[in-house]
């Protein structure tokens, strides 16, 4: 018996403390859309010097209204780098419910035109945009895996800064595209009833006995969006080494950096664009002051080229057509390596 | 005026008292929220108080607590007290009450004025009580209820 009432009290207890948690969590974050707000007061007084029974108002009380609160941001703060012909290139983007009801969220996307971003003005379009949700909520786009393109189900912000879900925006970009362009990008979203792609609406007129929606949102227009930026660049980097070959006493021994000695220049350009070979490569390097160009010296890729190469200027230089550099095959990058040799006045 | 007939008076006050506490209630008292909603009256924006419209959190809402003396006889020792609704916190310096003394209590047992108010934390120091702790607000009457008067006193809390 006694145990009875032992266990009894304990889950009295668990109960409170269960309550208690929700009751916090409601301080945390809005105040859940259908919660019945209830106000009662009391007063207490006397007549002719006697205290009177306590009496208690009737409640007035009223329903929380649903409200539609949200913002849509870019993940990164910055341009999404791509190359010329590249296929599905992420750019990531956040739908966070700020407000107090659980919503779907119907997602767009689309090409802007000549506005700035990131000091950039855009002057490209991508084409083939998709949005895709973040199913698993690791961040990153998982093809096959997060195929929905609307959020079906984000829930009532637990936190003052709301719950958030990652969208992903998909595009492919022209092969056509050349360095330095730039194709802004704006995402839309839209707050619906759970699992529905059509807007919600707000509830017009008075305030109904019922539940109603009121948006929130900047603007109050139930649309928020954020733009992202992808940025073509083809990908292609220079490096330049210089070695002594000889000089006219060590010769090709230990050779020094005398007047009379004859000193390398390798110039390589890599191109690590995974989608695009570069064509039409020119490579030019002007021959440094007290040296002098050596003749029959210019090799491309290893082998020799004419003369014809290097101009005598001013300024004097060897300018090499190194034709296409092949993209990364998967594994290494493509590579054109010009050399030409000097001697030092 | 001799001592019988004074005794016998006080005996009658005293027995018309307790049968008003028997019979029925001396104070009504009436809460109703309301909201503030500008309105153009004239061709000039005014505030008006208008029913609970729609309400989000963040909303404010303004509380009326209404009592009135429905007996013969005068009521005094009037107070009227009211919880802050659950989901709602109080804003800051909002209640008012005509002729009342306005105290507060954070757990509905010791009222104080909101400058005596004071919150002890765990390592023994104290600070003044913030009005978003405040859970009860009290007014206390200074003057009695003459029969058929009626006062309010009012305050704003916030959609949590």
């Keep these: 018996m006694t145990i009875a009432r032992h266990v009894k009290h304990v889950g009295l207890a668990l109960l409170a403390l269960t309550s208690l948690g929700v009751v916090q969590g409601a301080y945390a974050n809005g105040t859940g859309s259908g919660t019945t707000i209830s106000n009662q007061a009391t007063v207490d007084y006397s007549v002719g010097g006697v205290s009177q029974a306590q009496i208690t108002s009737a409640a007035a009380s009223f329903v929380v209204d649903t409200k539609i609160d949200f913002t849509v941001t870019e993940v990164s703060g910055g341009a999404t780098p791509t190359h010329p012909g590249q296929t599905n290139v992420v750019a990531t983007f956040s739908v966070t419910n700020t407000g107090n009801s659980t919503q779907g969220w119907v997602l767009t996307v689309a090409n802007e035109t000549g506005t700035?971003?990131?000091?950039?003005?855009?002057?490209?379009?991508?084409?083939?945009?998709?949005?895709?949700?973040?199913?698993?909520?690791?961040?990153?786009?998982?093809?096959?895996?997060?195929?929905?393109?609307?959020?079906?189900?984000?829930?009532?912000?637990?936190?003052?800064?709301?719950?958030?879900?990652?969208?992903?925006?998909?595009?492919?970009?022209?092969a056509g595209a050349t360095n330095n362009q730039y194709a802004n990008v704006r995402l839309t979203a839209r707050a619906t009833p759970v699992g529905s792609t059509t807007p919600i609406a707000q509830t017009a007129g008075a305030d109904t006995a019922g539940v109603d929606v009121v948006w929130a949102d900047a603007g109050r227009d139930n649309s928020e969006s954020a733009a992202d930026q992808y940025a073509v660049s083809v990908a292609l980097t220079l490096t330049k080494t210089a070695a002594l070959i000889s000089d006219p006493f060590n010769l090709t021994t230990n050779p020094k950096a005398i007047p009379g000695a004859v000193m390398e220049y390798t110039i390589v350009v890599t191109n690590?664009?995974?989608?695009?070979?570069?064509?039409?490569?020119?490579?030019?390097?002007?021959?440094?002051?007290?040296?002098?160009?050596?003749?029959?010296?210019?090799?491309?890729?290893?082998?020799?080229?004419?003369?014809?190469?290097?101009?005598?200027?001013?300024?004097?230089?060897?300018?090499?057509?190194?034709?296409?550099?092949?993209?990364?095959?998967?594994?290494?990058?493509?590579?054109?390596?010009?050399?030409?040799?000097?001697?030092?006045? | 005026m001799n001592g019988k007939t004074t005794i016998a008076a006080l005996v009658m006050t005293l027995m018309t008292a307790g049968a008003y506490?028997?019979?029925?209630?001396?104070?009504?008292?009436?809460?109703?929220g309301e909201?503030?909603?500008?309105?153009?009256?004239?061709?000039?924006?005014?505030?008006?108080?208008?029913p609970v419209g729609k309400a989000v959190p963040g909303d404010q809402i303004v509380w009326t607590i209404t009592a009135t003396n429905v007996c013969k006889t005068p009521t005094d020792n009037v107070v009227i007290a009211n919880p802050v609704p659950q989901h709602m916190t109080y804003v800051a310096n909002s209640a008012m009450g005509t002729g009342t003394d306005i105290a507060y209590s954070l757990d509905g047992k010791e009222f104080k004025s909101a400058a005596e108010l004071q919150v002890r934390a765990a390592d023994g120091t104290t600070r003044a009580a913030r009005a978003d702790e405040y859970r009860v607000i009290r007014w206390t009457f200074k003057a009695a209820f003459a029969p058929g008067a009626t006062a309010f006193v009012r305050y704003r809390a916030t959609v949590q």
């Design chain 1, 272 to 345: 690590s664009s995974t989608v695009q070979d570069a064509t039409a490569v020119s490579v030019t390097d002007n021959i440094p002051a007290n040296t002098t160009f050596q003749p029959g010296s210019i090799q491309l890729n290893g082998g020799g080229l004419p003369d014809s190469n290097f101009l005598a200027g001013p300024p004097a230089r060897v300018v090499v057509n190194a034709g296409t550099v092949v993209k990364n095959n998967g594994t290494v990058n493509g590579t054109a390596t010009v050399k030409f040799r000097v001697t030092i006045d």
């Design chain 2, 21 to 32: 506490a028997a019979d029925k209630a001396c104070v009504e008292l009436k809460t109703s």
């Design chain 2, 35 to 50: 909201t503030e909603s500008e309105v153009v009256e004239n061709g000039q924006k005014v505030k008006r108080l208008v």
């Design chain 1, 116 to 174: 700035t971003l990131f000091t950039h003005v855009d002057d490209l379009d991508v084409t083939n945009l998709r949005t895709f949700v973040d199913s698993n909520g690791n961040g990153t786009y998982d093809a096959g895996t997060d195929t929905a393109t609307n959020i079906n189900s984000l829930t009532a912000s637990t936190t003052t800064t709301g719950v958030s879900v990652t969208v992903f925006v998909l595009a492919d970009v022209p």
